[in-house]
């Protein structure tokens, strides 16, 4: 229940005998009401956001309203780490309309909201750089990735699996997809990256997210595309999945990627519990 999940964040507030809900509650801080309306003159806090921009929730708890206004609906309350994208080019009054991981829209504070980095904010910048995606996806969301990417075998290989083709084959830069079909037997595969995205996978998702590149960062951006919004599994921001939802996950993933559990394309895949235990092991379960 929604208003159960406000209590429990102590963002219930009693005023003359009806029950207001205060916008958000800034990072630390779990126990003082923060006005919504309370917009000073930076510019940083009224800036207009592109539409597709993907944003992180900065506030311990963010509501996510109906409407651009501190007495709308609530939708639901966003977790600090939470990541959303810019449904509309919004922002210049203070407010941001974005959809949710869950596929919600509605209007948040631009004060609560960072713009996340195109390329991730890590790394040396060279081609292929694991470090290029630190920051692209939330924490809990990427423990989800270094699971698939350990189930497609390219986890830890060359430059931590993005620069890896078809049958181990190594690319020579991340700028593109490299497009190429390597054969195996009657037939041949044009997989690539860490999450061994087909040509026109990534093509498909490339124009849908607008990704500039194949780069770290914006392959973990498109294996986040294709989780949510392609086989709609919604990852939890602040903690590991359950049992319940990951068995749920891996169900929904493995028309995507053949080799998560149950395994229905007839190649080699990993168990339910191989998994499971792999992706406690980076989550933290």
Not at 97 to 115: A, K
Not at 215 to 242: D, F, N
Request: aromatic share 6%; proline share 4%; with cysteine.
């Amino acid at each position: 229940m929604l208003v159960q999940t406000l209590i429990r964040r102590g963002q219930l507030v009693l005023t003359a005998g009806l029950l207001s809900l205060a916008a958000c509650v800034p990072a630390g801080v779990d126990d003082e009401v923060v006005d919504e309306d309370a917009i000073d003159e930076d510019s940083a806090l009224s800036s207009v956001v592109q539409a597709g921009t993907e944003l992180r929730v900065t506030a311990s708890a963010l509501n996510l309203r109906k409407s651009a206004t501190t007495s709308s609906q609530i939708l639901d309350v966003l977790d600090e780490g939470a990541t959303v994208t810019c449904a509309e080019t919004s922002g210049g009054n203070g407010w941001v309309r974005v959809e949710s991981e869950g596929g919600t829209l509605g209007w948040v504070s631009r004060r609560y909201v960072e713009i996340v980095p195109s390329n991730g904010g890590g790394g040396s910048g060279e081609t292929c750089d694991p470090a290029r995606a630190d920051g692209a996806v939330g924490t809990y969301q990427k423990a989800l990735h270094d699971a698939l990417a350990w189930a497609e075998g390219t986890r830890d290989h060359s430059e931590d699996g993005y620069d890896v083709m078809f049958s181990f084959e190594i690319m020579d830069g991340c700028n593109v997809h490299p497009d190429q079909c390597i054969r195996f037997g009657s037939t041949c595969s044009t997989a690539a990256g860490r999450y061994q995205f087909l040509k026109g996978t990534w093509d498909s998702v490339k124009n849908a997210k607008g990704l500039p590149n194949f780069e770290p960062e914006s392959q973990e951006v498109a294996a986040k595309y294709l989780v949510h919004t392609v086989r709609h599994v919604t990852v939890p921001q602040s903690r590991a999945m359950t049992a319940s939802e990951f068995s749920n996950a891996m169900s929904k993933l493995s028309y995507e990627w053949a080799s998560l559990p149950p395994g229905r394309y007839g190649q080699p895949n990993k168990t339910a519990s191989q998994m499971r235990n792999m992706y406690c092991g980076v989550a933290g379960c």
